[in-house]
């Protein structure tokens, strides 16, 4: 079962024009060749229908011309006053001879019958009746042998005149009634292909000769004649075969040749559906060659139209599945033309496409946890080793906010979002500003990395400018806030120490961290952190000194820790006079 898509579009319009390729030559081929096929058979009829009724023709003229030259036997001696009884047997004997002769006259110079013969009759010897007006003496005498017309005896039997005159006045004329019955052996012996006939057909038309002698013996009616002097008629008197209908009303082939002395016609007719039965066969066999090409053109019209459409197809597919996302979809094409280099430039198109979506999801995840900036360097190396697990030294840096329970555990959800929104906007930015590494944040809490994964010169440097535009901004975001009647503060912590930093999760879920006691220390200096405060331990103390202005707090006894640690801070008083000395880069 074919499937109906293919029959719309491309395919049906190629297997439509490769179909009509090849069919259409091959039916003009089969038109042309059936028309000179025709044209020859009707040749080759119209040549044999000729030839045969010609030779149906001589066959008849024998028949007359051997009666003839019979009674031209008994024309060869001049009359006597005495009784002639040598002619008398002459003419028996020629009644033997000749059973189509019914009777004799022998008339002698003067027109006098000496003689009368018959079959059916009484003989009569030296009448000597008149007979010189006879139409069949005047006509002998006139063209030596006289034809008359056909006359049916009893309405039945068609009956012939002859006459004939001597060589000379002396020896009289011989008149013959001739039983046109009997040359039916004649007509019957007629045979033409394997159901052709003849039949003969006097001057009037009426049937005289028939291979059905019932047909003869009603030959005289007009209903028996009529339908054979059409198929004469029909003819013409050009040369050449034509077609009619038989009495019977069958289509026939016929031709004609005329009987010189009585003027009768021979026709010869066969029946249509033998006369073409070789034009019949060769078209029945074009036919069906006709109708086998036809089913192998479209055999491979079809073959040719799928092997076409087929790798557009593919390509169209291919187009689909890559605009829904599938991106490694990849097309085979092995036809080693055109098709198959859309198909190679198509997968490479798919590869780019797979490449940049790696890149843009490589890109995204980086940005999750670095800079913007930082995440564009470490993609533009295309080694994103630099997040794999190592140990280096880090500042880590947390901060929160103070009095955020009690503000969230008061205020509305939507205020709530309202402040966190407004909070980490402020402090994306700056993460971003001094290309630090934001680790994660929860509820107000932050921790970002500063050194790691990417290295910079003076890492303690960068994490207290980065902790000095937080506290800054923040504080700004904090009066804000108090206008609005909610009350926190922002405190910082910052440590300094080695870490062991990477990726950490599972495929679909990777975060950047740090692990290791320099955390702990900066969550516990964050917490230890009052408003505007921002609390850093002695390495981060040491990596600024002279560069920022640090006020030494002395030791402190942070949980987690069992000796006190020496802590130092940055007030939010002389956050000023830092801003006026620092930049991004130190």
């Known amino acids: ?40 058979q009707r040749a080759r009829l119209d040549q044999w229908l000729g030839l045969q009724s010609a030779s149906a023709a001589a066959e008849i ?29 002459d003419a028996l004997r ?27 009759g009484l003989n009569r010897i030296e ?39 001597g060589n000379r006045p002396a020896v009289g004329t011989v008149v013959a009634e001739v039983n046109l019955k009997l040359i039916w052996d004649v007509v019957s012996a007629l045979k033409f292909g394997r159901t052709g006939y003849a039949f003969i057909l006097d001057r009037s038309g009426r049937l005289i000769a028939h291979p059905d002698i019932s047909l003869v013996l009603r030959g005289a009616e007009e209903a028996t004649s009529k339908p054979f002097r059409a198929v004469r008629d029909a003819i013409g008197p050009t040369r050449g075969f034509a077609t009619s209908r038989d009495a019977q009303g069958h289509y026939v082939a016929a031709s004609a040749a005329p009987v010189q002395g009585p003027d009768w016609t021979v026709v010869v007719a066969q029946p249509l559906s033998e006369a073409y039965a070789p034009l019949y066969a060769a078209l029945w066999r074009t036919a069906m060659l006709l109708a086998i090409s036809s089913i192998l053109a479209g055999i491979l019209a079809y073959a040719l139209a799928d092997r076409m459409t ?9 187009t689909e599945r890559i605009g829904a996302g599938a991106l490694d979809h990849r097309i085979s094409i092995h036809t080693g033309d055109e098709f198959q280099r859309l198909a190679d430039s198509f997968n490479r198109m798919a590869s780019e496409l797979e490449l940049a979506q790696q890149h843009q999801e490589r890109i995204a995840k980086l940005k999750r946890f670095l800079a913007p900036q930082v995440a564009d360097l470490v993609d533009r190396a295309g080694d994103d080793s630099v997040l794999d697990g190592r140990r280096t030294d880090v500042v880590v ?52 990395l500063v050194n790691a994964p990417v290295p910079i010169e003076e890492p ?88 920022r202005p640090v006020e030494d707090l002395g030791g402190r006894k942070i949980k987690g820790f069992d000796e006190a640690i020496p802590i130092f801070g940055i007030s939010f008083n002389s956050l000023s006079l830092a801003e006026a000395g620092r930049s991004p880069d130190g």
């Open 127 to 165: 009448s000597r009746a008149d007979r010189s007006a006879d139409p069949a003496l005047v006509g002998a005498r006139a063209a030596r042998i006289w034809f008359s017309d056909v006359s049916y005896n009893r309405g039945s039997e068609p009956y012939l005149t002859v006459a004939m005159v």
């Open 460 to 547: 303690a440097l960068r994490a207290i400018d980065l902790a000095v535009d937080m506290q800054k901004n923040v504080q700004a975001l904090i009066a804000g806030w108090r206008s609005r009647g909610y009350h926190v503060g922002f405190g910082i912590g910052l440590a300094s120490g080695p870490a062991t930093v990477g990726r950490i999760g599972y495929k679909d879920r990777l975060d950047y961290t740090a692990i290791g006691s320099v955390v702990n220390l900066a969550a516990r200096l964050c917490a230890s952190a009052a408003d505007k405060e921002i609390l850093i331990d002695a390495k981060v103390a040491a990596g600024v000194k002279g560069k």
């Open 1 to 40: 079962m074919f499937p109906r898509d293919r029959f719309r579009g491309l395919f049906y319009k190629y297997f439509l024009a490769l179909f009509v390729a090849v069919a259409t030559p091959l039916a003009f081929s089969a038109v042309i060749e059936g028309w000179f096929g025709y044209r020859d």
């Open 397 to 448: 840096v947390f901060c929160d906010l103070r009095g955020f329970t009690a503000f969230s555990a008061g205020a509305t959800p939507d205020e709530v979002m309202s402040v966190l929104s407004e909070y980490y906007e402020s402090l994306g930015t700056v993460v971003a500003k001094f290309e630090a590494t934001l680790i994660n944040f929860s509820g107000d809490g932050l921790m970002v």
């Open 94 to 120: 020629l009644l033997r001879q000749t059973p189509a002769i019914a009777s004799l006259t022998l008339l002698d110079g003067n027109g006098l019958e000496r003689l009368y013969i018959s079959r059916i």
């Open 310 to 318: 087929e790798p557009i197809k593919l390509l169209e597919e291919g």
């Open 61 to 89: 003229h024998d028949f007359i011309h051997g009666i003839t030259t019979q009674l031209g036997w008994l024309v060869q001696l001049p009359w006597t006053e005495e009784p002639d009884e040598r002619r008398r047997t």
